[in-house]
């Protein structure tokens, strides 16, 4: 059986039928990210005001890593503007042309993905520190000498855990603290990047910056981690598409054309999430 | 409603529908490469905006989803075709938008059933 309107238009709607599938998807999808977004408005407003980590549980603020989700912002778009360039190609006749944008789109993918892996184990290996003083503080952790490593889920703790373990002692290093306009940090300034060691039972609360920390780590998670298997799945889609499923360019040309119109339509939703993700997560 | 499609369809066809099919795909091509770097400059201000450092929250807020809203009408209408797409998607991403701002109004409203700040700042599981 032949499937009906895959690139001749139907004449009640005037589009292939994908076409009106994938626009119901990403509708369905808007309102899955929308869902999110406006749980991490609901989070960030509620939040106690005044600085973390000094205010347990206050927004932090700048801990992401700007440079480097700036430059994932732009392999992003520029994996967007390849997939459409892509389509155009064919639209033009040109498959050389069209696998050649595919592939540089592939490798935006999957670059961005290894970037954000990169970030992600930068905030599994960091840490909370609260003393039962008051004092609180961000750092590095050492556990019997260990650092963890990349991706290292083995390593990741918290007080129970230490507790467990039997551990009575670790070392921290706490990271330098922020001088904010018209303070002086004079006494900080000098600890900068030394390790000091503390017995547990000073400890209230140490934690990495893992989703049970904190609800800004549990929604920045949730959100982006959901964002990037949505960069997974259209990858693998597209490289389905550029590779083996080429085939249809020789049978099929018309039909070709559409589907990969219709998976770059789900590319660019996709940064078109980031978009909004950007600025809302690494930089308010 | 289906006659109303059906008669914007028809008199779309001629227009617009073999719009991407002929000759004026290499004006495309441009129009797409001058977004793509209207998209890199939107991100670069976003950043440089992070820096300025606006007094009132509610500014910093606003700026940037200004951009990104920008950044998003780039990319829905020319990457997407939004701009010149058929009636039938325009409709189903009306209601769209009417659901996805319920939801978040909804969401945000909820709110007032929280406790105040001040009882929460205090909680937190060591």
């Known amino acids: 059986m032949e499937i009906p309107y895959t690139y001749k238009p139907r004449p009640d709607t005037g589009l292939y039928n994908a076409k009106v599938g994938i626009w119901l998807f990403l509708a369905s999808e808007i309102m899955l990210f929308g869902a999110l977004f406006s749980s991490y408005i609901l989070l960030r407003v509620q939040a106690p005001m005044g600085e973390w980590p000094k205010v347990a549980g206050a927004w932090p603020q700048g801990l992401l890593n700007i440079p480097i ?3 994932n912002t732009a392999v992003l778009i520029t994996s967007s503007v390849t997939v459409v360039l892509a389509w155009a190609a064919l639209k033009m006749n040109n498959f050389k042309a069209f696998r050649r944008y595919m592939v540089v789109t592939l490798v935006c993918a999957f670059g961005f993905l290894g970037i954000k892996s990169y970030e992600y184990n930068e ?9 039962k003083s008051g004092e609180a503080m961000t750092g590095h952790l050492e556990v019997n000498g260990k650092h963890p490593g990349f991706w290292d889920f083995g390593s990741i703790y918290n007080l129970a855990r230490l507790e467990k ?5 670790i070392k921290f290093t706490a990271d330098p603290v922020k001088p904010k306009s018209g303070e002086k940090h004079a006494d900080s300034a000098s600890h900068a990047h030394e390790a000091k060691t503390y017995a547990l039972g000073d400890i209230a609360k140490l934690d990495a910056f893992v989703l049970r920390n904190h609800t800004f780590f549990a929604i920045y998670f949730v959100i ?34 559409n589907r990969i119109e219709v998976a770059g339509l789900f590319w660019h939703f996709v940064d078109l999430v980031w978009i909004f993700l950007f600025p809302v997560v690494y930089l308010l | 409603m289906s006659d109303h499609t059906h008669a914007a369809a028809g008199s779309d066809a001629d227009s617009t529908s073999g719009s991407h099919d002929h000759h004026d795909i290499g004006a495309h091509i441009k129009t797409y490469l001058i977004v793509f770097g ?3 400059v939107g991100t670069l201000i976003t950043v440089g905006m992070y820096f300025v450092h606006f007094e009132s929250m509610a500014v910093t807020i606003a700026v940037a989803l200004f951009i990104a809203s920008i950044k998003a009408f780039l990319v829905a209408g020319y990457f997407m075709h939004l701009l010149s797409e058929k ?7 009306a209601i769209t938008v009417v659901f996805f701002f319920a939801l978040g109004t909804l969401t945000i409203w909820s709110s007032n ?8 700042k205090t909680i937190y599981v060591p």
């Open chain 1, 224 to 257: 982006t981690a959901l964002h990037g298997l949505h960069v997974l799945g259209g990858a693998l889609v597209l490289g389905y598409f550029a590779f083996p499923g080429s085939s249809m360019w020789k049978s099929n040309p018309e039909q070709f054309t």
């Open chain 2, 87 to 93: 009636k039938m998607i325009y409709s189903l991403l």
């Open chain 1, 165 to 169: 373990e039997k551990v009575t002692e």
């Open chain 2, 113 to 120: 059933d929280l406790p105040k700040n001040s009882e929460m």
């Open chain 1, 69 to 71: 989700g700036t430059f």
């Open chain 1, 123 to 131: 905030k599994f290996t960091h840490y909370e520190l609260r003393l």
């Open chain 2, 38 to 40: 209207a998209l890199l």
